[in-house]
């Protein structure tokens, strides 16, 4: 046992000399112009000493500002611990940029809390094992955004609606696959209506800006006969709204669900064949992201956020090009500012921070054009 122990700490060990030793080579000059990210991912001493000028940049660029001097000074330590972290991030996730984002005056249960919202629940009833696809033919790179299936990014807000905007993503992409048309679809009707229930634990079902489940939100829509569009049950951010829902406007419908084996290949082939799918993810490393491929050496598996899977890829596997690895690309749901134009890529291979756990593809019924 204690020489298994130690062959692990000298792996760790050594793992982190080597990120810690790439990380001081990488340059993202490509990844961003923004001097103030380039100076806190690349200059230890110059992110502590200039904090407080990096505090200032920060508030100007996202527009924050602080009702008390009690209130700014306790944002501007929890800026501070966060450039901190986005230093650490950057040594354990070289191939990705990280730095200041949106999320940098939050504390990481601040942000668990108020931006993600995805709630481990049980499988509702009429969930399928989605059957063994055939993975022989499957394109090298592929992106539904290059076949019009994806609707623009939108932005959650503070509410933990994760799941509504990977379920009205991953419908959103099955009813173009079935009827030739993108329609934008309502995720406040998730918000306020869906209120689907793992029946031996009554208290954890979806509950708005309190977390929910894509499963049983396609459970929630399957019953309910569909989600209307976007325009007609627009998003507020809010579940202090009551249930508004109008059978008439339908716009979209779910035929079935499933949910897609822990299988990178299965995965990759259920998302060409039927469309973007629902993914659950560990999102720590996000907090902190620009830009770039996330590969971190370390990341927990334990799922805290609902996204949609898009597309994957291999090219430009920058900063370090010594050679092209597969990765995901996600859509997130914190509007066109964040990552990449609200863009996550993510290593495919080794199920990092969880992404290939917890996956599932929905169909939609052909609706008539009306
Ligand atoms: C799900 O629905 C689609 C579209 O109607 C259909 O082609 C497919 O066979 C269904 N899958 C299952 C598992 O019922």
Redesign the pocket.
């Given at each position: 046992m204690g020489r298994v122990f130690r062959s692990l700490f000298i792996f760790l060990l050594s793992s982190l000399i080597f990120a810690a030793a790439i990380a001081s080579l990488v340059s993202p000059d490509d990844e961003s112009e923004d001097p103030l990210i380039r100076q806190v991912v690349s200059d230890d001493d110059d992110l502590l000493l200039n904090a407080e000028h990096h505090f200032n940049n920060f508030k100007r660029k996202f527009g924050k500002s602080y009702a008390t001097p009690e209130e700014h000074a306790y944002r501007l330590g929890v800026f501070k611990a966060n450039l901190r972290r986005a230093r650490r991030h950057q040594k354990l996730d070289p191939s990705a940029v990280h730095g200041v984002t949106q999320f940098s005056d939050l504390t990481p249960a601040e942000f668990r809390r108020s931006y993600l919202g995805l709630k481990p629940l049980k499988l509702p009833v009429d969930a399928?094992n989605a059957?063994i696809l055939p993975t022989n033919d499957l394109p090298t790179d592929f992106d539904w955004r290059d076949h019009g299936a994806i609707a623009a990014v939108k932005n959650q807000g503070s509410c933990g609606s994760c799941w509504s905007f990977s379920t009205s993503g991953a419908l959103e992409g099955a009813n173009f696959l079935?009827t030739g048309k993108l329609v934008s679809l309502s995720e406040q009707q998730l918000v306020d209506c869906d209120h689907e229930c793992d029946p031996e634990e009554p208290d954890s079902c979806d509950s708005g800006c309190n977390g929910g489940l894509m499963t049983s939100a396609f459970e929630y829509t399957l019953k309910a006969g569909g989600l209307m569009r976007e325009e007609d049950y627009p998003y507020t951010g809010t579940d202090r709204g009551t249930c508004k829902f109008d059978k008439t406007k339908i716009a979209a419908s779910v035929?079935?669900f499933?949910v897609v084996s822990l299988d990178e290949d299965q995965i990759a082939a259920n998302l060409v064949k039927n469309g973007p799918l629902a993914v659950g993810i560990n999102a720590v490393f996000m907090q902190t992201y620009i830009g770039g491929v996330s590969c971190p050496y370390i990341c927990s598996k334990r799922l805290d956020h609902g996204v949609l899977l898009v597309g994957y890829g291999s090219e430009g596997y920058a900063p370090i090009r010594l050679k092209d690895k597969p990765y995901w690309i996600i859509k997130n749901s914190w509007g066109e500012g964040w990552g990449e134009n609200g863009y996550y890529k993510i290593c495919r291979g080794r199920n990092v921070c969880g992404v290939d756990s917890m996956v599932s593809t929905v169909?939609a019924?052909n609706i008539s054009p009306r």
């Open positions: 399928h059957p079935a035929a079935n499933s169909a019924v």
